[in-house]
């Protein structure tokens, strides 16, 4: 066991700390599941606390959890044939799906909190009113309603004229969806479930406390750096977006080798071992194979919306480390994106 007031102690108490120690971990990692949820547990949430409703989950109660939750992802790296196979078993195809797998699978494999219950139902009169994620119970007995969510948002605000930064400036990649009205259906909607008179019949006795685990991307056009609003948890992770007639000079400056990105390669930083850096095939309807930046622009050329890519570097040995990542927009979604993001709530999403 590692030492409890190591790095990884640290983490649970300092989240300062963990993009540097992540880092570092995702360095030893090499099965792409572990990378995924080793990402998923110890990257910085996206969101700061939104009291008194939004209280930030934690997967770990202690130190000690921490340290032994490292220890536990080094080990299921190392043998990782039963997450390998319980993984293979589901025919996952959706990120959010994706994640919530993960994140189960550490509730009843791992060495912190256990699940209680996931996915729970919760009806009246036969209508289903919404689901809770999770009911998770901590090894100190404390009893927890988690809800996940995983969110990929580019900024599409006016970064150069914006007086005052807004959570609605960041939306989603095909403009279906808005930071802003996702967190204000977590807090009004999702994590009260639990509170509900209607909850005592799913029988799981309370009371649970309601907490939000927020993670993800947010993704930044090219050269600015917009004030963050004040929700956010300025650690969290960071992207770039470019559209297309800018794609080829920030290529040229930016790396030599891409890739695109598919859907349920957007968790964690992405690693290829020597022995697999060759492989081809074809992910929503786009060649996965490592490209130079025009041969991307031309597998991008032809998609209606915005594509996540990643640039690759070689770290010496023959492997190939994700650099950064980004999306390529169609050259009018910049425009399209700010009327959505000035769009008014309406009443039910108030």
Known sequence: MTDASGPAARLAVAPGLSAAFLGKLLDTLREPAVRDLAWLLLSADLLRAQ???????SPFDSPREADATVDWLRALDADPADLQRDLAATRITRLGRYAEWLLGWFLQHGPAAWLVAAGVPLRREGVTLGECDF?????QGARLHWELAVKCYLHAGESRTQSAARLADYVGPNLKDRFDLKLAHVLNHQLPLSAREEFASVGYAGPWTPQMFIKGWLFYRAGETPADPVELDPSHGRGWWVTH???????????QTWRVLPRLEWLAPRRHESDAAGTRGEVDGVGSAFVDARTLAGQTSHLHGPTMVAAFVDDGAGNRIERSRGFIVPNEWPELAQAYARQPLGPQEQ
């Open 245 to 255: 007639n800018d794609w080829p000079d920030f290529a040229a400056a930016h790396a």
């Open 135 to 139: 009911l998770v119970q901590t090894r």
């Open 51 to 57: 009291p008194p409703v939004g209280v930030l989950a």
